[in-house]
C-alpha cells in the first residue's frame, strides 16, 4: 500500500474519485495506483506531485 500517497490526498481534502478525475483516469485505475497493484507512468507521478506537493518518490514508496 503507497501510505504517503493516500495520506496526501486525504490531506488534499479529496476522495479517490475527485483524484481519479483530476487525474483523468478511472476511479478503478487510481484504487490499483494508490494499494500498490499498478504503477502508472511517470506523467500521472508528476501530476501527483504538483497536486500534492509532495515529491513522488515519496509518494510512490510502498509500506
Do not use: C, P
Amino acid at each position: 500500500m503507497r501510505k504517503n500517497l493516500k495520506e496526501a490526498r486525504q490531506k488534499a481534502g479529496m476522495t479517490q474519485q475527485q483524484m481519479a478525475d483530476k487525474l483523468k483516469i478511472s476511479l478503478r485505475y487510481y484504487q490499483n495506483i494508490e494499494v500498490g497493484d499498478r504503477t502508472g507512468d511517470f506523467s500521472l507521478w508528476d501530476s501527483l506531485e504538483d497536486i500534492t506537493g509532495i515529491h513522488q518518490r515519496v509518494l510512490r514508496e510502498l509500506s
